[in-house]
């Protein structure tokens, strides 16, 4: 058998830092994973039945206006369910190939993703302060920050800042970033923060020597044959994106431009929101990262640092991997996923879980931000639908139960 095509950058070795960094020395343990049995057909009518269930009652409750939701394994889709409609004018039922913003799934699929590449390939370590690498970054001390600490949001950076309103171009957006301090010391406490993202696309372009944009599309989303997943969608798409917000800010309704006001400001590009994509995209991406990197023969990401970058980073602090979240009983993982699961969400109602002890993905894109943000049911929907699936393919017989060992090798 041929080895897999390996499509992730290669840079001179830094050879013990990215030993040790490969066995994630000064991280929590994963759990043994084994391979799981083949998932029987009747699990697939089941899991098909429960995300309809979930789904409708969702629609009935006015938790978005649409919604289309996957579930997978490594190697294909289990079910798929479309439900609702793209807006109160748009009356089209979302399909495999709707575009739908991502948020803050950005955050992972995109720039977690590079820096994945970057440390596999010793381009980056991860205990390295970060002002090695993006020296721009001047505030008071941001010498004391590591790239780990950004990926862990245990940087000590505020959560948040409104560069939208403090800037009119993307130059001065990120002078103010660059003049942001921690407001903490780094690594003591968790706190998700935009601005830490937003350092890291900034950081993966002054390693790689490429736009952000233009890295993860031939990086990550090309190799992967992820072919509508980008930051600013082109105008021919404009008719399958999803609409979202009846913007305040900008004074209209927003249709394939980004509904975040900082991305906006950075011209729809950063670390932290920005990029758009597809069901039958996002559902390629959470097979490869279930398969430990490789998607139909082609290896984009080296499997130790997967599972370096999925795993718990310090329990003392928090229960975050890097880029990542872990379940915890009250996140959108729901109550039984493994305790190996990741995922992330994305404001605009979006999320992906992928669970390598149980070998399964589950995936939800919505746009419950239309016509307003205000609207916050989807997280209810995001933990019933995680449930809800689990639990029908465990009645079929199709998943190892949570505690036993099962999932891919990584």
């Known amino acids: 058998m041929n080895a897999p095509r390996r499509v992730f950058l290669?840079?001179?070795?830094?050879?013990?830092?990215?030993?040790?960094?490969?066995?994630?020395?000064?991280?929590?343990?994963?759990?043994?994973?084994?391979p799981v049995a083949p998932v029987p057909a009747n699990a697939r009518a089941a899991v098909l039945d429960s995300v309809r269930a979930v789904l409708a009652r969702a629609v009935a409750d006015s938790a978005f206006p649409g919604a289309y939701a996957v579930v997978g394994t490594a190697d294909g889709v289990l079910a798929e369910y479309g439900v609702g409609q793209l807006d109160a004018a748009d009356r089209t039922r979302p399909s495999a190939r709707t575009v739908w913003d991502l948020a803050s799934l950005t955050k992972v699929v995109g720039t977690t993703s590079a820096m994945?590449?970057?440390?596999?390939?010793?381009?980056?370590?991860?205990?390295?302060?970060?002002?090695?690498?993006?020296p721009d970054w001047r505030a008071r001390g941001a010498d004391r920050v590591t790239v780990r600490q950004l990926l862990a949001h245990a940087s000590g950076l505020p959560a948040w800042r409104a560069l939208y309103k403090e800037s009119d171009t993307k130059p001065e957006a990120l002078a103010q970033?660059?003049?942001?301090?921690?407001?903490?010391?780094?690594?003591?406490?968790?706190?998700?923060?935009?601005?830490?993202f937003i350092l890291l696309g900034?950081?993966?372009?002054?390693v790689s020597g490429e736009p952000l944009d233009r890295y993860v599309v031939q990086h990550v989303f090309a190799p992967l044959g992820m072919r509508d997943t980008?930051?600013?969608?082109?105008?021919?798409?404009r008719a399958r994106?999803?609409?979202?917000?009846?913007?305040?800010?900008?004074?209209?309704?927003?249709?394939?431009?980004?509904?975040?006001?900082?991305?906006?400001?950075?011209?729809g590009v950063s670390g932290h929101?920005?990029?758009?994509?597809?069901?039958?995209?996002?559902?390629?991406?959470?097979?490869?990262?279930?398969?430990?990197?490789?998607?139909?023969?082609?290896?984009v990401f080296d499997s130790a640092t997967v599972a370096t970058f999925t795993r718990v980073q310090d329990p003392a602090?928090?229960?975050?991997?890097?880029?990542?979240?872990?379940?915890?009983?009250?996140?959108?993982?729901?109550?039984?996923l493994s305790p190996v699961a990741f995922g992330h969400t994305g404001f605009t109602g979006t999320s992906l879980w992928m669970d390598p002890q149980r070998g399964v993905f589950v995936l939800l894109l919505t746009n419950r931000v239309n016509p307003t943000r205000n609207n916050t049911k989807v997280g209810g929907v995001r933990t019933a639908l995680a449930d809800a699936v689990v639990g029908a393919v465990e009645r079929a017989g199709g998943l190892p139960a949570a505690g036993a060992a099962g999932g891919r090798a990584r």
Request: glycine share 10%.
């Open 10 to 34: 290669k840079a001179p070795a830094r050879a013990v830092t990215v030993a040790l960094l490969l066995l994630g020395v000064g991280c929590a343990p994963r759990a043994a994973i084994r």
């Open 116 to 134: 994945l590449q970057l440390v596999g390939s010793g381009r980056v370590a991860l205990d390295t302060p970060v002002v090695r690498y993006l």
């Open 177 to 196: 970033l660059f003049a942001t301090p921690p407001d903490t010391a780094p690594g003591i406490r968790f706190l998700y923060s935009d601005l830490g």
């Open 202 to 206: 900034q950081l993966v372009e002054r």
């Open 230 to 237: 980008r930051y600013l969608p082109p105008a021919n798409w």
């Open 241 to 267: 994106v999803a609409p979202t917000e009846i913007d305040s800010w900008r004074q209209r309704h927003l249709r394939g431009e980004v509904h975040d006001e900082n991305a906006s400001r950075l011209e």
């Open 273 to 299: 929101a920005g990029l758009f994509s597809t069901a039958q995209d996002l559902s390629r991406f959470a097979r490869a990262y279930l398969n430990g990197g490789v998607l139909d023969g082609t290896r």
């Open 317 to 336: 602090v928090s229960k975050r991997a890097l880029g990542w979240e872990t379940p915890t009983g009250r996140n959108s993982a729901g109550t039984r």
